[in-house]
């Protein structure tokens, strides 16, 4: 029997996949910064996102460097790894990481399913096609 | 004959696709669980048209003459 199946990414980082997905991409991963760049205050032009507080904004546990002038903070919050960054135009982020992130949801699926390809031995092989990226794992 | 392979397929907004190919009965459905469980949540899954034509025949077709349930049948 042969199936496809559809899923549904979920925000749920853990900081050893980013760490990953960062090497991978040739991004950087900046252990224990405690700020990034972004436009340094928040001006209310958007709502600060769910569980922050506007003094909070900037500050975070680490951060990933993608090359471009803003960053992304990777922040700890009730327990969990979140990510934040300030999706101004001119920091170069929403072209880098694509609309709603997508490009930043792919690479770290990516590096999930390396990471798990690893753990379980299994050879893979990536593909880069138009619109998307894929892993073809063999299980023989 | 084929090998097995799961193909995961992430488009550039971020969407997830799971292919199991070259799989017979269950084992597909375990082949893709490891991968689906981490990557986040399955909100569709589709058998491919191979699983309907087991053994040279077109299950679908029994099925709807006979109103037999084959999902739980392997292919």
């Known amino acids: 029997m042969s199936h496809v199946d559809q899923i549904e990414f979920e925000e749920k980082w853990d900081l050893q996949t980013l760490r990953e997905m960062c090497q991978a991409e040739g991004w950087g991963f900046i252990e224990n910064r405690t700020h990034y760049e972004w436009f340094g205050k928040h001006i209310g032009d958007y709502p600060i996102p769910v569980g922050f507080r506007k003094e909070e904004m900037g500050r975070c546990d680490h951060v990933i460097d993608v090359g471009v002038r803003y960053q992304i903070g990777v922040v700890k919050k009730m327990g969990e790894w979140k990510l934040v960054w300030d999706f101004w135009h001119s920091g170069g982020l929403p072209d880098k990481l694509g609309p709603k992130a997508g490009l930043l949801k792919q690479s770290y699926s990516l590096a999930k399913v390396r990471r798990e390809c690893r753990k379980r031995r299994l050879r893979f092989r990536e593909k880069r096609n138009e619109g998307s990226r894929e892993i073809e794992i063999l299980m023989d | ?75």
């Open chain 2, 1 to 75: 004959m084929r090998g097995k392979k799961v193909v995961v397929r992430i488009s550039d907004d971020g969407k997830i696709e799971l292919e199991a190919e070259g799989y017979k009965g269950e084992g597909c459905q375990e082949a893709t669980e490891f991968l689906s469980n981490v990557l986040g949540k399955t909100i569709e899954s589709k058998k491919k048209a191979e699983w309907w034509f087991r053994n040279g025949r077109d299950v679908r077709r029994i099925r709807e003459k006979f109103g037999i349930n084959t999902n739980k049948l392997c292919g």
